[in-house]
């Protein structure tokens, strides 16, 4: 069975104004994301890796503007185009549908909140209502146990009402099929009273109107200190526990400060995944880490992306991590997604120059290095025609002026270079 595109990237184009000029960040970027893939992203630096991953999120920042193209995200329900969303469509959908790692998680994490402050805050975004039942539960629970009896006199009359209480239950969810109000069951229910937070959390989540959530929104100041802050911490260990750190217990309540560069790295892609997104943007994650911890992130990584299913967009320049780690590559330069493959396939079978470049010059023992000659072009004013052709030893006329289109050369193969063809 096919595996669907999660999200599809078509003709993107960015364009930063600035003092300097107006830099040509990208260029008519063409990618996209299988479900339950990682594709590696991989350039030089400058080339558009991390513009693209931003503008994906629709966090492109000032003087930066999405000046055309589409991003199709595919994950839910219906197809939309994540460039015509309004801020409160975008909003849910960060963290929620896609999430990012970002490369330096120190300076994403605020210094004066706690670890679980700040995870908790996304699942008070994305899964209040989850969070609202996980407390109502709880709550009847200890209501349930407090009103335990003791004697069999006892025993018996509280097996009677509890039996009671689920008739009524069954009768309500009947009343609610036909469109009647809910009722409060505990209320009803002889010998085992309402208990107000109960209450209180039903309400908050029922709360459909602007009103509504607003007045749940004032109750759970006084109740979130409680249940639902309680039910809160428990998820934030649970999903410590899944990034593998020691002691989450102990690290929930600690401040970014006191981490170590991996440790605060784990809770930022704790973060990422508080809410299992359809698509994880990992941005370069291992770049300031000691070798044994980028190990140990990596295959983390590859750990949650089996367990939770999610898409993983991974920006690098370490063609290394790629070949361990990625299903697919796509080669950027310049603004320019210029090879997308299969792993195997990138590294067997590369077809532009500049892709068969990058792999000539992995430092290999015995052999003397090779470097790609030149410079990567500025931006602002960029070549015309294909932008590597300064570099490039098979440079034609054509690629001095036309831009070469971005083609399928072989199933699943694709490519923008005259030499195989078509121009833009």
Known sequence: MAQRNIVEV???EVKFYTYSGVVEALDGVNIFIKEGEILGLVGETGCGKSVTSLSIMKL???????????????????????????DDSIRLMRGKDISMIFQEPRAYLNPVYTVENQISEVMYVHRKNELLEKSITSLQKKLMEKRKPRSEEQRAKFEKQKAELEKR??????????????????????????????????????????????????????????????????????????????????????????????????????????????LLIADEPTTNLDVTVQAQILNLIRMLKKNIGSSILYITH?????????????????????????????????????????????????????????????LINPLKGCRFHDRCSYAMEVCQNVKPAFMEVKKGHYVSCHLYGGSK
Do not use: W
């Open 10 to 12: 078509q003709d993107l």
């Open 60 to 86: 492109v920042p000032p003087p930066g503007r999405i000046e055309g193209g589409r991003i199709i995200l595919s994950g839910g329900p219906k197809r939309q185009d994540i460039l015509t969303m309004g």
């Open 169 to 278: 239950k069954g009768a309500e969810e009947h009343k609610a099929k036909l469109g009647e109000p809910e009722a409060d069951l505990e209320e009803k229910a002889a010998g085992i009273p309402s208990n107000y937070e109960i209450r209180i959390y039903k309400r908050m989540l029922r709360a459909r109107s602007r009103t509504s959530r607003l007045i749940a929104g004032f109750f759970s100041r006084f109740i979130r200190k409680r249940q639902l802050t309680a039910e809160a911490r428990k998820e934030v260990v649970r999903i410590l526990k899944s990034v593998e750190i020691p002691d989450p217990e102990r690290v929930a309540g600690m401040y970014p400060h006191e981490l170590s560069g991996g440790m605060a790295q784990r809770v930022v892609i704790a973060m990422a995944l508080t809410c299992n997104p359809t």
């Open 318 to 378: 370490d063609l290394g991590v790629v070949a361990q780690s990625c299903d697919r590559v796509a080669v950027m330069y310049a603004g320019n997604v210029i090879e997308t493959a299969d792993v195997f396939e990138t590294f067997s079978s590369p077809l532009h120059p500049y892709t068969r470049a990058l792999l000539e010059s992995i430092p290999r023992p015995g052999e003397p290095f090779k470097s790609i000659p030149g410079m990567v072009p500025s």
